[in-house]
């Protein structure tokens, strides 16, 4: 049977105090090409229903891989059990959560016929093969697809009421040559949109636009120099500035981690950032605009709402499930989600971004005498402290307020809401990335976003 032919609403009478209703549906598809050679070729689908389970300040949760009306109302009964079991053992009576009744609905799965298997990997074959002809001196290449379509039905015992499809398709293009020492050099990028692939990837115009894009950046890393370390004044590419503002400065201000002891805790209501910067986690939309990660109703049954983290440099909020917003006395934000039938639902963003300021990035280029533009990241991490280190794949030397030559790979540190202390402009350009699995305990999509911003930052090298 379909999710969509479920109907949650009858199987309340099994509810007995606070309960969440869910079924969850993943599909994931894969197929990576390496020289041409096809390495990958995967599908997989996973989904069940769980239930969550609600009594004086305990929570009792069940899973089943089935959504039969038995395997439906055992989880139920798993649940509450467990809360009761709980509840008996370290409960409190005066235990409360936020009441809260919403309804969404929302489908972003394709209205075109869906693509043949063969089709698609005939259009990654045509991608390769446009490389194999644009790209002449590289060594290696590789070429993967990545879909996830999640559908999400929900039923809460306050009568909230979801059914969500949401959707993404992506491609990674990585392209590898050797430099004059004959050294590897290589650069990954991975695009696409919200949406099943008929709709990301119609034709081969924005992938032939990003592969020629990636071969004009690997050439001239081929001539990299080595960045001088320090502390230096640096343009993050809207890329670098939206990972940073999810990773090191996002997860601080999530309401679970907060009352885990981030630092984010000590600095409500006080200056942590420049007056320029206004940083929100958007729910679905942005001036009109639907977002990669559009969330209407999270897993707790709340309606979503923009959560304005940063505002014109103050801190101003974080973002909350239930049991952070009770705990904060604060209004509930809809950032309440799982990844799979088999999660709970966590504190998690949905598409954060400083907003953008004013400046023109020549402007912004041009302001400085010696510094770098940083534009992609790798891998990174950061901590409840907002310390951060990331590393770079791919940037620019600036000199005399004139891109220079690129540089070879490095690092980025500091501590974000230093960094947020410094910057001094802001790109008027909004660019969005869907490209986004945030890992918190569980995987999760996010979309990340926002301007070029100009800071001061450490960059490792000579």
Known sequence: ??????????????????????????????????????????????????????????????????????????????????????????????????????????????????????????????????????????????????????????????????????????????????????????????????????????????????????????????????????????????????ILAHEAIGHTTEGDIVRAGSVAGDYLGQKVASELVTLVDFANTYEGETLPVPVYLDDEGVVSKDAVIIEKGVLKSFMHNKDSAAYFDMDLTGNARAFSYTDEPLVRMRNTAILPGKDKIEDMIASIDDGYLLMRWTNGQADSTSEFMFGVQMGYEIKDGKLGRAITDTTISGVAFDMLKEITMLSDEMTWNCAGMCGKKQPMPVGMGGPAIKTKMFVGGE
């Open 1 to 242: 049977m379909q999710i969509a032919d479920i109907d949650l609403k009858r199987y309340s009478n099994h509810f007995s105090s606070y309960t969440e209703l869910r079924l969850h549906e993943n599909t994931s598809q894969q197929i990576a090409l390496l020289n041409g050679d096809v390495i990958a070729n995967t599908r997989d689908t996973s989904g069940g229903v769980s239930s969550r389970v609600f009594d004086k300040g305990a929570w009792g949760f069940s899973s089943n891989a089935n959504m039969t009306d038995e395997a439906i109302e055992s989880t139920i009964s798993a649940a509450t059990k467990n809360a009761d079991f709980l509840a008996r053992r370290c409960g409190d009576d005066n235990a409360s959560l936020p009441a809260a009744r919403g309804e969404a609905s929302s489908d972003f799965r394709t209205k075109l016929p869906r693509k043949s298997q063969e089709e698609i990997m005939a259009f990654l074959k045509s991608c390769d093969e446009y490389i194999v002809s644009a790209c002449p001196d590289i060594v290696s290449r590789q070429v993967v697809l990545n879909s996830l379509d999640m559908e999400k039905k929900l039923y809460t015992s306050e009568g909230s009421i979801g059914h969500n499809v949401n959707t993404r398709t992506l491609i990674s293009i990585k392209l590898a040559t050797r430099n004059n020492a004959n050294e590897p050099v290589e650069l990954m990028e991975s695009f696409g949109h919200r949406g099943q692939f008929e709709d990301v990837f119609p034709d081969m115009e924005e992938v032939k636009q990003k592969v020629d894009e990636l071969y004009q950046h690997l050439m001239n890393k081929k001539d990299a120099v080595k960045p001088v370390s320090g502390y230096h004044d640096v343009i993050l590419a809207s890329d670098l500035a939206g």
